[in-house]
């Protein structure tokens, strides 16, 4: 019997979600905190550990798995995150709970590397941006739903009922994986095509859109404090707000995934140029409370897009391994992130809350002036031009 695309891919989507929630427990570092007797930098730490591994095993991870079968590497990953997730649940040493929590985020690029692949093979014509861009939905609901969630239980009912829902939620995708998904064959090489990482164009266009998450992730990981201290917007009307921050980021990767179809030389010049003229207009505009508010839904717009527009160049310049790109995709995405949340605390503890603004710029336009060249000066092949 032939599996139905749109089911295939929902069931995708939503493991997508699903793997992504473990990013939501920022929001409970201070119950991390108190149910391992430790200080918040060391449950800082362990927050952010994630995200680090990500970026470091999203560069070779997904080549070691390409070349097994989709379904059994699907289970094997999903699997790892369960048990992964019922040993953090139970332990009371922040040192397993780290090592487990490590463990699970070296198999995550993987998960997501295959899935995007996967969907760009089972598309049908003329309709694998938006098959991929449901992907990166599921990624971005996965962080944006999944941080009140994580932050409402862990905050009314403390950590381990926190951690239980996203046990659940991985668990749940597992079951679907392996009554509803397929056996899909992985990819013949066996070699790792890694020679294409040390053209030209992969060097510089890896550059140029690095510095996208960077200037963003400056900007967004510090939105709250800004608008505390500055905009003065406090408590649940601050809750509210980065939610609806969060829709609107949504809607930003759908929009993405349209204008890159549409028109993607056009879409990856502009979308530097707008971000950055929001990140001057926040700068110039920041005492006043209502053009703060929008130019910030607006730049939640633009950083909904950001996944989109990163994961079209790597996949155009390493169309050849489409498992390849999309583990450099989650590399530079969270390693972008990575650095820019450092930088940001820099800026904040050296410079002001109001600098973070000002490099968000510098980064972007460092990117525009490059991605420029790439596009115009490298003439690098884009899927869609």
């Not at 939503?14 to 149910?35: D, V």
């Not at 992985?186 to 690095?210: D, H, V, W």
């Not at 003065?232 to 601050?238: A, C, V």
């Amino acid at each position: 019997m032939k599996s139905n695309p749109k089911i295939l891919l929902y069931i995708l989507m939503l493991s997508s979600l699903g793997i992504n929630t473990p990013l939501s427990i920022i929001g409970i570092i201070a119950q991390i905190s108190e149910y391992f007797n430790t200080s918040i930098a060391i449950s800082g730490l362990y927050v952010s550990s994630f995200t680090f591994t990500i970026a470091i095993c999203g560069l070779f991870v997904p080549v070691l798995f390409s070349r097994f079968e989709r379904k059994e590497v699907f289970l094997l990953i999903l699997s790892i995150f369960a048990l992964s997730n019922i040993v953090i649940i139970f332990t009371k040493s922040i040192a397993v709970a780290l090592l487990f929590r490590v463990l699970s985020a070296i198999f995550y690029p993987a998960f997501i590397s295959i899935a995007l692949t996967v969907c760009e093979e089972i598309a049908p014509e003329g309709e694998k941006q938006d098959y991929i861009t449901k992907i990166l939905l599921g990624i971005s609901v996965g962080s944006i739903v999944g941080l009140p969630i994580t932050t409402g239980l862990g905050t009314i009912l403390g950590y381990q009922a926190a951690m239980t829902w996203i046990f659940a939620i991985n668990f749940l995708t597992l079951i679907l994986i392996l009554v509803f998904f397929p056996k899909m064959p992985g990819r013949k090489e066996n070699e790792m095509p890694l020679s294409g990482l040390k053209s030209k164009e992969f060097i510089l266009s890896s550059i140029a859109i690095i510095m996208m998450p960077i200037g963003a992730s400056i900007v967004y990981n510090y939105l709250p404090y800004f608008l505390q201290t500055v905009s003065h917007i406090y408590t649940y009307k601050l809750s509210i707000f980065l939610f609806a921050y969060g829709i609107f980021s949504i809607f930003g990767t759908w929009l993405g995934g349209k204008l890159i179809v549409m028109k993607d030389k056009a879409t990856l010049v502009i979308f530097h140029l707008v971000c950055g003229a929001v990140f001057l207009a926040l700068y110039f505009f920041a005492g006043y409370l209502i053009p703060v508010l929008i130019l910030v839904l607006i730049f939640g717009i633009l950083d909904g897009m950001g996944y989109n527009l990163i994961q079209y160049i790597e996949t155009s310049v390493l169309s050849y391994n489409l498992e390849l790109a999309n583990g450099v995709f989650l590399s530079i995405l969270n390693g972008g992130i990575a650095i820019g949340i450092a930088i940001g605390g820099f800026l904040v503890d050296g410079l002001g809350v109001m600098s973070i603004f000002i490099f968000g710029f510098i980064f972007l336009m460092i990117a525009f002036f490059m991605i420029v060249y790439v596009i115009y000066g490298l003439k690098i092949d884009l899927k869609y031009s």
